[in-house]
C-alpha cells in the first residue's frame, strides 16, 4: 500500500511537471489530442477512399479513444461498420449493420445537431430492417423517414439523405395492395404518402447536387422502370456506365445496369 502511494505521488509529480513545461513551451494538451484525432481520421478517410473499410474502421476508432466527444469519428465509426455490412457474407451482415446502428446512435446522443450523425442512423436503420419482421420493420421504416428528414432540416444539400427518401417513396409505393393491406391488418398500417413521383423529386434532388454519385442514377433508373417509362430509364442507366467508379459498390451498380439495359432493350 505504501509503494502505492508513493508512486501515485510520484506519478502527480511527472504530470504536474510536464503540465508545467508543456505550458512553458506553449503547446497545450489540448492542442496536441486535437492533432492526433485529425490524423487519424485522416488516415482513416484514405483507408476509406481505397474501400479498405476495416483498416479505416481501425483509424476512426483511434480518433474515438483519444477524444470521446468527436462527433465526427463516432459517425465515421458507423459509416464504416454499413460498409464492412454491405460487402460481407450474409452470415455476418445483420452483426456489421446493428453495430452500425449502435453507433449510428451514439453520435445522434452525442452530436444531435450534426446532420451525418442522423443521416448514419437513417442508413443503419435502414439496413438492419432488413432483418426485422413484420411490426419492427414498419417501426424503423417511419424512423428512416424521419432521419432523413432531420438530415435535410440540418444540411438542406445533403444528398445523401434525398437519396434515403427516394428510396423510401419507392420501396413503399412499391407495396403490391395485399401486403399493404395484411399490413394494415395485422399492424396497423404502412407509411402513408409513398409514392413514385415523390421518388423520383427526391432522387432527382440528390443527382441535382452530386450528379457523380453513381446509385443516385441507379435508382431513378430503377424507378422508372417501375412507371414504365424506358427512356428515362435507359438514360440512367446508361449514365452509370459513363460515370466513374467512386465507391466501393459501383463496380457492382455497373453490373446490374448492363443487365437492367439488356432486360429493356427492347422496351
Request: a negative charge; hydrophobic letters at 40%; aromatic letters at 10%.
Amino acid at each position: 500500500m505504501q509503494q502505492f502511494i508513493v508512486s501515485t505521488d510520484c506519478r502527480k509529480i511527472f504530470v504536474a511537471v510536464i503540465s508545467v513545461l508543456i505550458f512553458i513551451l506553449g503547446v497545450p494538451g489540448t492542442e496536441i489530442v486535437a492533432q492526433n484525432v485529425l490524423d487519424h481520421l485522416s488516415q482513416g478517410d484514405e483507408f476509406a477512399a481505397q474501400f479498405d473499410h476495416q483498416k479505416a474502421l481501425e483509424e476512426y476508432k483511434k480518433a474515438f479513444d483519444a477524444d470521446t466527444s468527436n462527433c465526427t469519428a463516432l459517425w465515421k465509426i458507423a459509416e464504416a461498420y454499413v460498409n464492412l455490412g454491405e460487402e460481407a457474407d450474409e452470415k455476418v451482415k445483420r452483426q456489421y449493420f446493428y453495430l452500425a446502428e449502435r453507433w449510428a446512435q451514439k453520435a445522434v446522443a452525442l452530436c444531435p445537431h450534426t446532420a451525418n450523425a442522423h443521416f448514419m442512423l437513417a442508413v443503419a436503420t435502414g439496413r438492419v430492417a432488413l432483418y426485422e419482421g413484420g411490426k419492427a420493420k414498419i417501426e424503423r421504416s417511419k424512423e428512416v423517414k424521419t432521419l432523413a428528414e432531420k438530415t435535410l432540416e440540418l444540411d438542406p444539400d445533403h444528398h445523401g439523405a434525398y437519396h434515403v427518401l427516394g428510396r423510401w417513396h419507392f420501396e413503399l409505393a412499391s407495396l403490391s395492395w395485399f401486403l399493404k393491406t395484411a399490413a394494415k391488418i395485422i399492424y396497423g398500417g404502412v407509411p402513408p404518402g409513398a409514392s413514385y413521383e415523390k421518388a423520383v423529386a427526391n432522387l432527382k434532388k440528390a443527382i441535382e447536387i452530386s450528379p457523380q454519385w453513381i446509385n443516385h442514377h441507379k435508382q431513378l433508373g430503377l424507378v422508372y422502370m417501375k412507371m414504365a417509362k424506358w427512356d428515362r430509364a435507359r438514360k440512367e442507366f446508361q449514365r452509370v456506365l459513363e460515370l466513374p467508379v467512386a465507391d466501393h459498390q459501383d463496380e457492382a451498380h455497373k453490373e446490374d445496369c448492363r443487365k437492367l439495359l439488356e432486360e429493356i432493350e427492347d422496351k
